[in-house]
Protein backbone atom coordinates (compact mmCIF):
# COMPACT_ATOMS: atom_id res chain seq x y z
CA UNK A 1 0.00 0.00 0.00
CA UNK A 2 1.18 3.51 -0.85
CA UNK A 3 2.54 5.63 1.78
CA UNK A 4 1.13 9.21 1.78
CA UNK A 5 4.58 10.66 0.28
CA UNK A 6 4.05 8.40 -2.40
CA UNK A 7 0.64 9.38 -3.04
CA UNK A 8 1.50 12.66 -2.87
CA UNK A 9 3.86 12.28 -5.82
CA UNK A 10 2.66 13.67 -9.18
CA UNK A 11 1.15 10.94 -11.70
CA UNK A 12 4.47 10.12 -13.89
CA UNK A 13 6.40 9.77 -10.63
CA UNK A 14 4.05 7.56 -9.59
CA UNK A 15 3.42 5.93 -12.81
CA UNK A 16 7.56 4.85 -12.17
CA UNK A 17 7.57 3.98 -8.95
CA UNK A 18 4.54 1.69 -8.83
CA UNK A 19 5.80 -0.23 -12.40
CA UNK A 20 8.70 -2.22 -10.95
CA UNK A 21 11.25 -0.93 -11.80
CA UNK A 22 9.59 -0.67 -15.73
CA UNK A 23 8.05 -4.19 -15.80
CA UNK A 24 3.99 -3.43 -15.05
CA UNK A 25 1.49 -2.80 -16.80
CA UNK A 26 3.92 -3.48 -19.88
CA UNK A 27 4.27 -7.09 -19.10
CA UNK A 28 0.74 -7.61 -18.66
CA UNK A 29 -0.32 -5.99 -21.65
CA UNK A 30 2.43 -7.31 -23.66
CA UNK A 31 0.02 -10.88 -23.62
CA UNK A 32 -3.53 -9.14 -24.31
CA UNK A 33 -4.84 -8.85 -27.58
CA UNK A 34 -5.52 -5.21 -28.14
CA UNK A 35 -3.71 -3.21 -30.94
CA UNK A 36 -2.33 -0.93 -28.65
CA UNK A 37 -0.87 0.06 -25.06
CA UNK A 38 -2.73 2.01 -22.02
CA UNK A 39 -1.41 5.41 -21.49
CA UNK A 40 0.52 4.13 -17.86
CA UNK A 41 1.64 1.00 -20.23
CA UNK A 42 2.97 2.89 -23.30
CA UNK A 43 5.31 5.54 -20.56
CA UNK A 44 6.71 2.76 -19.37
CA UNK A 45 7.25 1.49 -22.71
CA UNK A 46 9.30 4.28 -23.51
CA UNK A 47 12.63 2.99 -21.32
CA UNK A 48 12.09 0.16 -23.39
CA UNK A 49 12.62 2.46 -26.58
CA UNK A 50 9.64 2.64 -28.13
CA UNK A 51 6.72 4.93 -28.37
CA UNK A 52 2.92 4.41 -29.41
CA UNK A 53 2.05 6.38 -32.56
CA UNK A 54 -0.89 5.80 -35.33
CA UNK A 55 -0.43 7.07 -39.06
CA UNK A 56 -2.08 10.15 -38.82
CA UNK A 57 -3.38 10.25 -42.77
CA UNK A 58 -4.84 7.14 -42.39
CA UNK A 59 -7.56 8.58 -39.33
CA UNK A 60 -10.88 8.25 -40.47
CA UNK A 61 -13.96 9.42 -38.16
CA UNK A 62 -15.51 6.64 -36.72
CA UNK A 63 -13.13 4.33 -36.93
CA UNK A 64 -9.89 3.02 -34.83
CA UNK A 65 -6.54 4.10 -35.33
CA UNK A 66 -4.21 2.28 -37.09
CA UNK A 67 -2.30 1.72 -34.23
CA UNK A 68 1.71 1.08 -34.54
CA UNK A 69 5.16 1.27 -32.96
CA UNK A 70 8.34 3.04 -33.65
CA UNK A 71 11.10 1.37 -32.21
CA UNK A 72 14.67 3.53 -30.91
CA UNK A 73 18.06 1.56 -30.91
CA UNK A 74 20.69 2.12 -28.36
CA UNK A 75 23.73 2.22 -30.43
CA UNK A 76 26.76 4.43 -28.62
CA UNK A 77 28.63 6.45 -31.30
CA UNK A 78 26.76 5.59 -33.99
CA UNK A 79 28.56 2.00 -34.25
CA UNK A 80 26.04 -1.18 -35.99
CA UNK A 81 27.92 -4.19 -36.67
CA UNK A 82 26.95 -5.89 -39.79
CA UNK A 83 24.71 -8.63 -38.18
CA UNK A 84 22.70 -6.15 -36.55
CA UNK A 85 22.34 -3.83 -39.87
CA UNK A 86 21.04 -7.10 -41.79
CA UNK A 87 18.67 -8.19 -38.82
CA UNK A 88 17.28 -4.32 -38.41
CA UNK A 89 16.90 -4.42 -42.23
CA UNK A 90 14.90 -7.94 -42.57
CA UNK A 91 12.79 -6.86 -39.57
CA UNK A 92 11.75 -3.51 -40.98
CA UNK A 93 10.48 -5.61 -44.18
CA UNK A 94 8.83 -7.96 -42.81
CA UNK A 95 7.09 -6.67 -39.43
CA UNK A 96 7.30 -2.48 -39.88
CA UNK A 97 7.26 -0.17 -42.96
CA UNK A 98 10.20 -1.00 -45.02
CA UNK A 99 12.09 1.66 -43.68
CA UNK A 100 15.06 2.75 -41.43
CA UNK A 101 15.54 6.34 -40.16
CA UNK A 102 19.03 7.81 -39.17
CA UNK A 103 17.92 10.04 -35.90
CA UNK A 104 19.98 12.96 -35.16
CA UNK A 105 21.25 11.16 -32.09
CA UNK A 106 23.18 8.14 -34.16
CA UNK A 107 20.55 5.70 -33.62
CA UNK A 108 18.10 3.59 -36.09
CA UNK A 109 14.36 4.31 -35.48
CA UNK A 110 12.04 1.53 -37.49
CA UNK A 111 8.13 2.29 -37.50
CA UNK A 112 5.35 0.39 -38.44
CA UNK A 113 5.61 -2.70 -36.26
CA UNK A 114 2.11 -3.81 -34.99
CA UNK A 115 2.26 -4.48 -30.63
CA UNK A 116 1.97 -8.17 -31.34
CA UNK A 117 4.90 -8.43 -33.29
CA UNK A 118 7.06 -5.66 -30.95
CA UNK A 119 8.46 -8.73 -28.68
CA UNK A 120 9.78 -10.58 -31.66
CA UNK A 121 11.31 -7.92 -33.00
CA UNK A 122 13.03 -6.42 -29.70
CA UNK A 123 13.94 -9.86 -29.24
CA UNK A 124 15.49 -10.52 -32.64
CA UNK A 125 17.35 -6.63 -31.77
CA UNK A 126 18.99 -8.23 -28.64
CA UNK A 127 19.65 -11.69 -29.89
CA UNK A 128 21.79 -9.43 -32.80
CA UNK A 129 23.97 -7.73 -30.60
CA UNK A 130 21.60 -4.98 -30.15
CA UNK A 131 19.60 -3.07 -27.42
CA UNK A 132 17.02 -0.60 -27.03
CA UNK A 133 17.26 0.19 -23.58
CA UNK A 134 17.03 3.16 -22.34
CA UNK A 135 16.11 4.89 -26.22
CA UNK A 136 13.72 6.91 -24.42
CA UNK A 137 12.68 8.02 -21.06
CA UNK A 138 13.42 9.88 -17.99
CA UNK A 139 16.83 8.38 -17.98
CA UNK A 140 20.32 8.62 -20.00
CA UNK A 141 19.98 8.41 -23.40
CA UNK A 142 22.08 7.23 -26.41
CA UNK A 143 25.63 8.49 -25.99
CA UNK A 144 27.16 10.39 -29.03
CA UNK A 145 30.29 10.36 -30.44
CA UNK A 146 31.88 11.09 -33.42
CA UNK A 147 30.78 8.43 -35.79
CA UNK A 148 34.29 8.36 -38.14
CA UNK A 149 36.05 5.36 -36.87
CA UNK A 150 40.13 7.36 -37.35
CA UNK A 151 42.59 5.45 -35.08
CA UNK A 152 44.54 8.58 -34.63
CA UNK A 153 43.83 11.94 -32.69
CA UNK A 154 41.84 11.41 -30.09
CA UNK A 155 38.86 9.15 -31.66
CA UNK A 156 39.57 5.75 -30.76
CA UNK A 157 39.73 6.85 -26.94
CA UNK A 158 36.20 9.10 -27.39
CA UNK A 159 35.10 5.88 -29.10
CA UNK A 160 35.96 3.61 -25.87
CA UNK A 161 34.62 7.05 -23.82
CA UNK A 162 31.15 6.74 -25.26
CA UNK A 163 31.06 3.23 -25.16
CA UNK A 164 31.65 2.79 -21.31
CA UNK A 165 29.80 6.09 -20.10
CA UNK A 166 26.61 4.18 -21.95
CA UNK A 167 27.34 1.42 -19.62
CA UNK A 168 28.34 3.54 -16.70
CA UNK A 169 24.60 5.47 -16.99
CA UNK A 170 22.75 1.90 -17.70
CA UNK A 171 20.05 1.39 -15.03
CA UNK A 172 20.64 -1.65 -13.27
CA UNK A 173 17.45 -3.00 -12.39
CA UNK A 174 15.52 -2.11 -15.50
CA UNK A 175 17.98 -3.94 -17.60
CA UNK A 176 16.64 -7.08 -15.70
CA UNK A 177 13.10 -6.44 -16.42
CA UNK A 178 14.40 -5.72 -20.18
CA UNK A 179 15.42 -9.35 -20.72
CA UNK A 180 12.92 -10.61 -18.89
CA UNK A 181 10.23 -9.04 -21.15
CA UNK A 182 12.15 -8.95 -24.33
CA UNK A 183 14.16 -12.58 -24.14
CA UNK A 184 12.60 -14.52 -21.42
CA UNK A 185 15.32 -13.50 -19.03
CA UNK A 186 18.24 -14.64 -21.17
CA UNK A 187 21.02 -13.18 -18.87
CA UNK A 188 23.71 -13.60 -21.71
CA UNK A 189 22.62 -10.39 -23.18
CA UNK A 190 23.03 -8.68 -19.80
CA UNK A 191 25.36 -5.49 -20.46
CA UNK A 192 29.35 -6.76 -19.96
CA UNK A 193 31.00 -3.54 -18.78
CA UNK A 194 34.67 -3.02 -18.48
CA UNK A 195 36.53 -3.39 -15.45
CA UNK A 196 37.08 0.43 -15.14
CA UNK A 197 33.52 0.69 -15.66
CA UNK A 198 32.42 -2.20 -12.76
CA UNK A 199 34.36 -0.28 -10.22
CA UNK A 200 33.04 3.08 -10.93
CA UNK A 201 29.43 1.51 -10.91
CA UNK A 202 30.29 -0.25 -7.17
CA UNK A 203 30.42 3.48 -6.36
CA UNK A 204 26.83 4.03 -7.08
CA UNK A 205 26.25 2.47 -3.03
CA UNK A 206 28.29 5.63 -1.60
CA UNK A 207 27.63 8.95 -0.82
CA UNK A 208 25.14 11.37 -1.93
CA UNK A 209 25.47 9.54 -5.58
CA UNK A 210 23.51 7.02 -3.90
CA UNK A 211 20.01 6.68 -4.20
CA UNK A 212 18.94 4.69 -1.44
CA UNK A 213 17.51 2.10 -3.64
CA UNK A 214 19.52 -0.89 -3.66
CA UNK A 215 17.89 -2.38 -6.17
CA UNK A 216 18.68 1.32 -9.12
CA UNK A 217 21.46 2.32 -6.65
CA UNK A 218 22.00 5.45 -9.52
CA UNK A 219 18.92 6.17 -10.38
CA UNK A 220 16.33 5.53 -8.32
CA UNK A 221 13.39 3.71 -8.16
CA UNK A 222 11.26 6.75 -10.22
CA UNK A 223 14.51 7.13 -12.36
CA UNK A 224 15.66 10.94 -13.65
CA UNK A 225 12.63 13.82 -13.50
CA UNK A 226 13.23 13.78 -17.86
CA UNK A 227 15.48 12.77 -20.33
CA UNK A 228 19.15 12.90 -19.79
CA UNK A 229 21.74 13.30 -22.92
CA UNK A 230 25.81 13.16 -22.78
CA UNK A 231 27.92 13.00 -25.41
CA UNK A 232 31.39 12.69 -26.13
CA UNK A 233 34.04 14.53 -29.17
CA UNK A 234 37.63 15.12 -29.41
CA UNK A 235 38.63 19.02 -29.60
CA UNK A 236 37.91 20.63 -33.04
CA UNK A 237 34.91 18.05 -33.85
CA UNK A 238 31.85 19.35 -32.94
CA UNK A 239 30.02 16.59 -35.38
CA UNK A 240 28.08 15.88 -32.20
CA UNK A 241 26.38 18.98 -31.40
CA UNK A 242 27.94 19.11 -28.21
CA UNK A 243 25.93 22.41 -26.38
CA UNK A 244 23.11 20.54 -27.09
CA UNK A 245 23.41 17.91 -24.31
CA UNK A 246 22.90 17.44 -20.74
CA UNK A 247 26.33 16.72 -20.38
CA UNK A 248 29.47 17.49 -23.04
CA UNK A 249 32.57 16.04 -22.75
CA UNK A 250 36.14 16.87 -25.06
CA UNK A 251 38.61 14.45 -24.81
CA UNK A 252 41.85 15.04 -24.48
CA UNK A 253 44.66 12.31 -25.51
CA UNK A 254 48.30 11.97 -24.97
CA UNK A 255 51.25 11.29 -27.76
CA UNK A 256 50.03 7.53 -27.47
CA UNK A 257 46.43 8.32 -27.76
CA UNK A 258 45.45 7.30 -24.49
CA UNK A 259 43.02 9.78 -22.82
CA UNK A 260 44.48 12.42 -20.04
CA UNK A 261 40.97 13.80 -19.13
CA UNK A 262 37.86 15.91 -20.57
CA UNK A 263 36.49 19.46 -20.64
CA UNK A 264 33.07 18.97 -19.32
CA UNK A 265 30.11 21.19 -20.60
CA UNK A 266 26.77 21.36 -18.64
CA UNK A 267 22.74 22.23 -19.12
CA UNK A 268 21.96 22.24 -23.12
CA UNK A 269 18.96 21.19 -24.25
CA UNK A 270 16.71 21.87 -27.04
CA UNK A 271 12.89 21.00 -25.91
CA UNK A 272 10.29 24.19 -25.41
CA UNK A 273 6.55 24.63 -25.71
CA UNK A 274 5.39 27.16 -27.86
CA UNK A 275 3.96 29.89 -25.49
CA UNK A 276 5.46 28.74 -22.83
CA UNK A 277 8.11 31.02 -22.19
CA UNK A 278 9.52 29.24 -19.20
CA UNK A 279 10.61 26.96 -21.33
CA UNK A 280 13.48 27.89 -23.42
CA UNK A 281 16.54 25.96 -25.40
CA UNK A 282 19.75 26.74 -23.95
CA UNK A 283 23.35 25.60 -24.71
CA UNK A 284 25.32 24.35 -22.50
CA UNK A 285 27.90 25.99 -20.37
CA UNK A 286 31.45 25.29 -18.77
CA UNK A 287 31.87 23.65 -15.95
CA UNK A 288 35.10 22.46 -15.93
CA UNK A 289 38.28 19.76 -16.56
CA UNK A 290 38.69 16.60 -15.03
CA UNK A 291 41.40 14.19 -15.27
CA UNK A 292 40.53 10.20 -16.93
CA UNK A 293 40.48 8.75 -13.87
CA UNK A 294 38.22 10.73 -12.36
CA UNK A 295 35.49 11.37 -14.96
CA UNK A 296 33.52 8.25 -14.36
CA UNK A 297 32.60 9.33 -10.61
CA UNK A 298 32.20 13.13 -11.77
CA UNK A 299 29.34 11.91 -14.27
CA UNK A 300 27.72 9.60 -11.81
CA UNK A 301 27.61 12.84 -9.43
CA UNK A 302 26.17 14.71 -12.11
CA UNK A 303 23.51 12.43 -12.69
CA UNK A 304 22.38 12.13 -9.17
CA UNK A 305 22.50 15.96 -8.54
CA UNK A 306 19.57 16.09 -11.53
CA UNK A 307 17.70 12.97 -9.88
CA UNK A 308 17.51 15.38 -6.95
CA UNK A 309 17.53 18.40 -7.68
CA UNK A 310 15.29 18.31 -10.71
CA UNK A 311 11.81 19.13 -10.57
CA UNK A 312 9.66 16.61 -10.55
CA UNK A 313 6.27 18.28 -10.28
CA UNK A 314 6.50 20.38 -13.50
CA UNK A 315 7.83 18.00 -16.74
CA UNK A 316 8.47 20.66 -18.67
CA UNK A 317 10.96 22.39 -16.37
CA UNK A 318 12.39 19.20 -15.19
CA UNK A 319 15.51 19.16 -17.44
CA UNK A 320 19.01 19.95 -16.14
CA UNK A 321 19.02 22.94 -18.15
CA UNK A 322 16.32 24.74 -16.20
CA UNK A 323 18.32 23.56 -13.01
CA UNK A 324 21.57 25.13 -13.95
CA UNK A 325 19.33 28.33 -15.34
CA UNK A 326 17.50 29.05 -12.14
CA UNK A 327 20.61 28.20 -9.79
CA UNK A 328 23.74 29.29 -11.82
CA UNK A 329 26.99 27.36 -12.53
CA UNK A 330 28.06 28.61 -9.16
CA UNK A 331 26.10 27.22 -7.00
CA UNK A 332 26.02 23.76 -9.05
CA UNK A 333 29.60 23.49 -9.10
CA UNK A 334 29.20 24.00 -5.16
CA UNK A 335 26.38 21.26 -4.84
CA UNK A 336 28.17 19.02 -6.72
CA UNK A 337 31.60 19.14 -5.15
CA UNK A 338 29.78 19.78 -1.28
CA UNK A 339 27.46 15.76 -2.01
CA UNK A 340 28.17 14.08 -4.97
CA UNK A 341 32.22 14.41 -6.39
CA UNK A 342 34.86 14.74 -3.99
CA UNK A 343 37.21 14.72 -7.25
CA UNK A 344 39.19 18.16 -8.30
CA UNK A 345 37.46 20.18 -11.18
CA UNK A 346 40.10 22.41 -12.31
CA UNK A 347 39.80 24.68 -14.88
CA UNK A 348 39.15 24.34 -18.53
CA UNK A 349 41.74 23.78 -21.23
CA UNK A 350 41.96 25.67 -24.51
CA UNK A 351 40.05 24.04 -27.44
CA UNK A 352 40.69 25.14 -31.07
CA UNK A 353 37.49 26.42 -32.79
CA UNK A 354 35.14 23.77 -33.16
CA UNK A 355 34.18 22.63 -36.85
CA UNK A 356 30.64 20.83 -38.32
CA UNK A 357 32.44 17.92 -39.49
CA UNK A 358 29.95 15.78 -41.82
CA UNK A 359 32.81 12.99 -43.21
CA UNK A 360 31.24 12.64 -46.18
CA UNK A 361 33.07 10.80 -49.14
CA UNK A 362 35.78 8.91 -48.89
CA UNK A 363 38.60 8.99 -45.77
CA UNK A 364 41.48 6.37 -44.83
CA UNK A 365 40.96 4.69 -41.76
CA UNK A 366 44.05 3.59 -41.03
CA UNK A 367 46.84 1.47 -43.29
CA UNK A 368 44.88 -0.89 -45.98
CA UNK A 369 41.43 0.70 -44.51
CA UNK A 370 38.68 2.88 -45.87
CA UNK A 371 35.58 4.34 -45.07
CA UNK A 372 33.15 5.71 -47.12
CA UNK A 373 30.10 8.85 -45.94
CA UNK A 374 27.19 8.87 -47.58
CA UNK A 375 24.50 11.29 -47.10
CA UNK A 376 21.12 10.58 -46.65
CA UNK A 377 17.89 12.83 -47.11
CA UNK A 378 16.56 13.24 -43.56
CA UNK A 379 17.91 9.88 -42.79
CA UNK A 380 15.64 7.83 -44.26
CA UNK A 381 16.87 4.50 -46.03
CA UNK A 382 14.50 2.80 -47.98
CA UNK A 383 13.62 1.20 -51.67
CA UNK A 384 16.36 0.30 -53.81
CA UNK A 385 19.02 2.15 -51.64
CA UNK A 386 18.36 0.53 -48.74
CA UNK A 387 18.26 -2.87 -50.66
CA UNK A 388 21.24 -1.74 -52.65
CA UNK A 389 23.38 -1.31 -49.06
CA UNK A 390 21.87 -4.37 -47.30
CA UNK A 391 23.72 -6.10 -50.46
CA UNK A 392 26.99 -4.65 -50.24
CA UNK A 393 27.16 -4.94 -45.83
CA UNK A 394 26.20 -8.49 -46.16
CA UNK A 395 28.71 -9.27 -48.83
CA UNK A 396 31.71 -7.61 -47.74
CA UNK A 397 30.44 -7.77 -43.83
CA UNK A 398 31.08 -4.07 -43.09
CA UNK A 399 30.70 -2.15 -40.29
CA UNK A 400 28.22 1.03 -40.35
CA UNK A 401 28.07 4.54 -38.18
CA UNK A 402 25.46 6.49 -37.74
CA UNK A 403 26.15 10.34 -38.00
CA UNK A 404 24.31 13.36 -36.18
CA UNK A 405 23.80 14.59 -39.20
CA UNK A 406 21.37 11.98 -40.53
CA UNK A 407 24.08 10.46 -42.42
CA UNK A 408 25.54 6.77 -42.66
CA UNK A 409 29.30 5.95 -42.70
CA UNK A 410 30.44 2.32 -44.46
CA UNK A 411 33.42 1.41 -42.06
CA UNK A 412 36.45 -1.15 -42.23
CA UNK A 413 36.70 -1.27 -46.38
CA UNK A 414 39.91 -2.66 -47.66
CA UNK A 415 41.70 -1.91 -50.12
CA UNK A 416 41.02 -4.18 -52.70
CA UNK A 417 37.23 -4.28 -51.78
CA UNK A 418 37.49 -0.31 -52.67
CA UNK A 419 36.96 -0.06 -56.45
CA UNK A 420 34.21 -3.02 -56.47
CA UNK A 421 31.88 -1.18 -53.50
CA UNK A 422 32.34 2.72 -55.25
CA UNK A 423 31.33 0.92 -58.37
CA UNK A 424 28.26 -0.80 -56.15
CA UNK A 425 27.34 2.72 -54.76
CA UNK A 426 27.65 4.45 -58.28
CA UNK A 427 25.05 2.25 -59.18
CA UNK A 428 23.33 3.66 -56.06
CA UNK A 429 23.48 7.20 -56.96
CA UNK A 430 26.18 8.11 -54.47
CA UNK A 431 28.79 8.88 -57.71
CA UNK A 432 30.34 11.39 -55.64
CA UNK A 433 28.98 11.29 -51.91
CA UNK A 434 31.29 14.71 -51.17
CA UNK A 435 29.89 16.64 -53.33
CA UNK A 436 26.20 17.00 -51.49
CA UNK A 437 24.31 20.22 -52.47
CA UNK A 438 25.30 22.81 -50.47
CA UNK A 439 22.06 23.21 -48.30
CA UNK A 440 21.07 19.45 -48.35
CA UNK A 441 24.53 18.22 -46.77
CA UNK A 442 24.03 19.76 -43.67
CA UNK A 443 20.42 19.95 -43.36
CA UNK A 444 18.62 17.97 -40.69
CA UNK A 445 14.53 17.38 -40.05
CA UNK A 446 12.53 15.24 -37.41
CA UNK A 447 10.43 13.29 -39.02
CA UNK A 448 6.91 14.74 -37.99
CA UNK A 449 3.93 13.44 -39.66
CA UNK A 450 2.18 11.23 -39.72
CA UNK A 451 3.21 9.52 -37.53
CA UNK A 452 4.68 11.86 -34.59
CA UNK A 453 1.73 12.34 -32.05
CA UNK A 454 3.60 15.83 -30.98
CA UNK A 455 3.84 17.54 -34.69
CA UNK A 456 2.01 20.21 -35.82
CA UNK A 457 2.57 20.18 -39.07
CA UNK A 458 5.03 18.55 -41.76
CA UNK A 459 9.04 18.67 -41.23
CA UNK A 460 10.80 15.67 -43.25
CA UNK A 461 8.44 15.29 -45.89
CA UNK A 462 8.56 18.68 -47.06
CA UNK A 463 12.19 19.05 -46.33
CA UNK A 464 13.81 18.30 -49.74
CA UNK A 465 11.03 20.82 -51.45
CA UNK A 466 11.92 23.68 -49.22
CA UNK A 467 15.96 23.01 -49.82
CA UNK A 468 14.84 23.25 -53.68
CA UNK A 469 13.18 26.63 -52.87
CA UNK A 470 15.69 28.16 -51.17
CA UNK A 471 18.87 27.19 -53.86
CA UNK A 472 16.47 28.56 -56.04
CA UNK A 473 16.28 31.96 -54.25
CA UNK A 474 20.17 31.75 -53.78
CA UNK A 475 20.73 31.15 -57.57
CA UNK A 476 18.03 33.87 -58.57
CA UNK A 477 19.96 36.07 -55.48
CA UNK A 478 23.62 35.19 -57.07
CA UNK A 479 24.02 34.29 -53.44
CA UNK A 480 27.25 31.96 -53.97
CA UNK A 481 27.19 30.70 -49.88
CA UNK A 482 25.40 28.47 -48.31
CA UNK A 483 23.71 28.35 -45.05
CA UNK A 484 22.80 25.56 -42.13
CA UNK A 485 19.08 24.94 -42.22
CA UNK A 486 16.93 22.68 -39.75
CA UNK A 487 13.30 22.00 -39.64
CA UNK A 488 10.71 20.74 -37.02
CA UNK A 489 7.07 19.54 -37.07
CA UNK A 490 6.97 20.72 -33.00
CA UNK A 491 8.79 23.16 -30.82
CA UNK A 492 10.12 19.93 -28.99
CA UNK A 493 13.68 20.46 -30.80
CA UNK A 494 14.50 16.97 -32.33
CA UNK A 495 16.39 18.54 -34.82
CA UNK A 496 17.99 20.91 -32.46
CA UNK A 497 16.63 23.83 -34.82
CA UNK A 498 17.43 26.56 -32.15
CA UNK A 499 21.36 26.32 -33.60
CA UNK A 500 20.48 26.70 -37.15
CA UNK A 501 21.06 29.89 -38.83
CA UNK A 502 17.68 29.12 -40.20
CA UNK A 503 15.64 27.19 -38.06
CA UNK A 504 11.70 26.07 -39.24
CA UNK A 505 9.62 25.40 -36.05
CA UNK A 506 6.11 24.05 -36.66
CA UNK A 507 3.65 26.29 -35.16
CA UNK A 508 0.57 25.76 -36.82
CA UNK A 509 -1.24 23.84 -40.45
CA UNK A 510 1.83 24.69 -42.96
CA UNK A 511 3.02 27.55 -40.33
CA UNK A 512 6.66 28.03 -38.69
CA UNK A 513 8.52 29.79 -36.55
CA UNK A 514 11.61 31.84 -37.96
CA UNK A 515 14.86 31.39 -35.83
CA UNK A 516 17.84 32.92 -37.56
CA UNK A 517 21.63 33.52 -36.24
CA UNK A 518 22.95 30.28 -35.13
CA UNK A 519 26.06 29.32 -36.35
CA UNK A 520 27.47 26.54 -38.95
CA UNK A 521 29.85 25.25 -36.40
CA UNK A 522 26.89 24.77 -33.90
CA UNK A 523 28.10 27.37 -31.01
CA UNK A 524 25.36 29.95 -30.41
CA UNK A 525 21.64 30.11 -30.39
CA UNK A 526 19.44 31.25 -33.38
CA UNK A 527 16.71 33.56 -32.16
CA UNK A 528 12.76 33.71 -33.12
CA UNK A 529 11.87 36.80 -34.95
CA UNK A 530 8.59 35.20 -36.78
CA UNK A 531 6.01 33.49 -34.70
CA UNK A 532 3.51 32.09 -37.30
CA UNK A 533 4.99 32.24 -40.90
CA UNK A 534 3.14 30.67 -43.83
CA UNK A 535 5.35 28.69 -45.61
CA UNK A 536 4.06 30.21 -49.20
CA UNK A 537 5.40 33.34 -47.86
CA UNK A 538 9.38 32.15 -47.25
CA UNK A 539 10.78 33.27 -50.47
CA UNK A 540 9.12 36.60 -49.74
CA UNK A 541 9.98 37.13 -46.63
CA UNK A 542 13.83 35.93 -46.37
CA UNK A 543 14.55 38.11 -49.80
CA UNK A 544 15.45 41.29 -48.28
CA UNK A 545 17.59 39.47 -45.75
CA UNK A 546 19.40 37.78 -48.10
CA UNK A 547 20.14 40.88 -50.42
CA UNK A 548 21.51 42.42 -46.84
CA UNK A 549 23.75 39.62 -46.65
CA UNK A 550 25.03 39.63 -50.08
CA UNK A 551 25.46 43.87 -50.13
CA UNK A 552 27.71 43.12 -46.58
CA UNK A 553 30.46 40.50 -48.84
CA UNK A 554 32.80 39.09 -47.27
CA UNK A 555 32.67 35.16 -45.91
CA UNK A 556 30.39 36.02 -43.12
CA UNK A 557 27.96 33.25 -42.72
CA UNK A 558 24.01 34.42 -42.74
CA UNK A 559 24.12 33.40 -38.62
CA UNK A 560 26.76 36.09 -38.39
CA UNK A 561 25.35 38.35 -40.18
CA UNK A 562 21.97 38.28 -38.41
CA UNK A 563 23.89 38.55 -34.94
CA UNK A 564 26.15 41.52 -36.41
CA UNK A 565 22.75 43.57 -37.54
CA UNK A 566 20.77 42.81 -34.89
CA UNK A 567 17.22 41.90 -33.48
CA UNK A 568 15.56 45.14 -34.87
CA UNK A 569 17.15 45.62 -38.02
CA UNK A 570 16.63 42.00 -38.47
CA UNK A 571 13.20 42.40 -38.06
CA UNK A 572 12.91 45.64 -40.53
CA UNK A 573 14.32 43.42 -43.02
CA UNK A 574 11.89 40.44 -42.68
CA UNK A 575 9.36 43.09 -42.65
CA UNK A 576 10.26 44.13 -45.77
CA UNK A 577 11.98 47.51 -44.83
CA UNK A 578 13.88 48.79 -47.79
CA UNK A 579 15.76 51.06 -45.03
CA UNK A 580 16.97 48.09 -43.41
CA UNK A 581 18.89 46.83 -46.57
CA UNK A 582 22.61 48.91 -45.98
CA UNK A 583 24.92 46.32 -45.34
CA UNK A 584 26.53 46.68 -41.47
Known sequence: MATPSERALPKAEQRKLDSGHLREPLGTELANDLAYFSEDALQILKFHGSYQQDDRDKREKGKDKTWQMMLRLRSPGGRIPARLFLALDDLSERLGDGTLRVTTRQAFQMHGIPKAD????????????????????????????????????????????????????????????????????????????TRPV????????????????????????????????????????NSVDLLTQDIGLVAFTDVKGELRGCNVYVGGGMGRTHKKEDTFARIAEPLGYVEADEIFDLLQAILALQRDHGDRKLRRHARMKYLLHDRGIQWFRRELKATYFHGQLKGMRNEPK?????????????AGRWFVGLPLMCGRLKGDVKAGLRRIVETYQLEIRLTANQDLLLCNIGTPQRASIRDELIALGFEVPEAAAPLARHAIACPALPTCGLAITESERILPSVLERLDALLQRLEIEKSLLVRMTGCPN????????????????????????????????????????????????????????????????????????????????????????????
Open 118 to 193: LKEVIGTIVKSLGSTLAACGDINRNVMAPPAPFEKNGYPAARRLADDIADLLSPEAAEGSYLDLWVDGDLSYRIKP
Open 198 to 237: RHARSRQLEGGVFSGSEQEPLYGDTYLPRKFKVAVTVPGD
Open 354 to 366: PKLLDYLGWHRQR
Open 493 to 584: GCARPYMAELGLVGSGVNQYQLWLGGTPNLQRLARPFIQRMPLDDLEQILEPLLLSWKQAGGRRSLGDHVHKLGDDAVAALLLGDPASTAPA
